[in-house]
């Protein structure tokens, strides 16, 4: 029998009342289960950096591309981690992981740097002044940006909020059970800044230009309303190269995808699979994806 629990720390009672036999666990409750007799662990890293994306469509405050990178300019990836994972999960600069193929670290050069010094100064030249409440002005309007977070990041989106609160922006926070956190996603225009994360069973990066290029909802997957002809090129490219080429078309795209401000990667999850008198088949190696379960007991 399955059962859908969506809080962790259930799950890991659960397991710990000897009420589940296997669970998937994220975050703060991995620690305390790895000290129980009995409860065996297969850990694993997710395929796919979470990043911080944005809503570039006409009207957004974030179809600019200066606001966009002084927004992603105020958030630190280590401060993220601490809050959405318990500082259990690995920092990004890329949005490949090691999980995947063609992962290559030196690409998150190109990433946005965490300056909030910097992010401050950019707002300033794009026209956005502080007013007497100390609040971002510009011709007469507020600089106002929705976040939007899912349950399951904890944490993680209050910090998006207070990180662009301290730029001087108006920022508001929409935090949901994740199917309406996606479903404001992807069938609304009511956000601005997300942290998405970029996941897949499959460890490639041809897993995200139906995520961040191509036709918008309800046509394609491009929740945030991308605009990155570049990208859209290169992705194009790699799927049809041979594959001695591949992996240094996919780099390329990743490139042109950071260098236009249109996502920050942040980090990626660590989790692990526990199970008690359970044998669990894996998709792969690094995929917390069980294929069969076999009881040994």
């Given amino acids: 029998m399955f059962r859908v629990i969506d809080n962790q720390s259930t799950a890991a009672n659960l397991l710990l009342t000897h ?15 790895a000290r129980e007799p009995g409860l065996v662990r297969q850990s694993a890293m997710s395929i796919g950096a979470e990043t911080l994306t944005f809503h570039e469509g006409d009207g957004h405050p974030t179809a600019d591309p200066k606001v966009r990178r002084a927004l992603a300019m105020a958030v630190d990836g280590a401060a993220y981690n601490r809050a959405a994972y318990f500082g259990l999960g690995k920092t990004m600069t890329t949005m490949t992981t090691p999980t995947m193929d063609c992962y290559d670290a030196t690409v998150g050069k190109y990433s946005i740097p965490y300056d909030p010094a910097g992010a401050k100064k950019l707002l300033a030249e794009a026209g956005w002044k502080p007013g007497a409440d100390g609040k971002l002005m510009k011709d007469g309007k507020p600089l106002v ?6 349950k399951t990041q904890n944490s993680g989106p209050e910090y998006i909020l207070e990180a662009f609160t301290e730029l001087g922006v108006t920022a508001n926070l929409n935090v949901s059970d994740f199917n309406s956190w996606i479903d404001l996603l992807v069938k609304t225009d009511n956000w601005d800044a997300t ?3 970029l996941g897949s069973v499959m460890p490639s990066p041809s897993i995200f230009p139906g995520q961040l290029g191509g036709p918008a909802p309800p046509g394609g997957g491009n929740f945030g309303r991308i605009k990155n002809a570049a990208f859209d090129a290169a992705a194009a490219r790699a799927i049809a190269a041979a594959p001695a080429d591949r992996c240094r078309i996919w780099m390329e795209a990743e490139r042109t995808m950071l260098e236009a401000d249109d996502a920050k990667p942040l980090v990626v999850q660590q989790s692990a699979v526990f199970s008690r008198n359970v044998t669990l088949q894996m998709f792969t190696t ?7 379960l076999r009881i040994t007991k």
């Fill in 19 to 33: 009420e589940l036999d296997t669970a998937y666990i994220f975050g703060q409750d991995i620690e305390r289960l």
């Fill in 145 to 150: 940006v929705r976040v939007a977070g899912g």
């Fill in 195 to 197: 942290v998405n994360p």
């Fill in 286 to 292: 690094n995929v917390l994806s069980p294929i069969s």
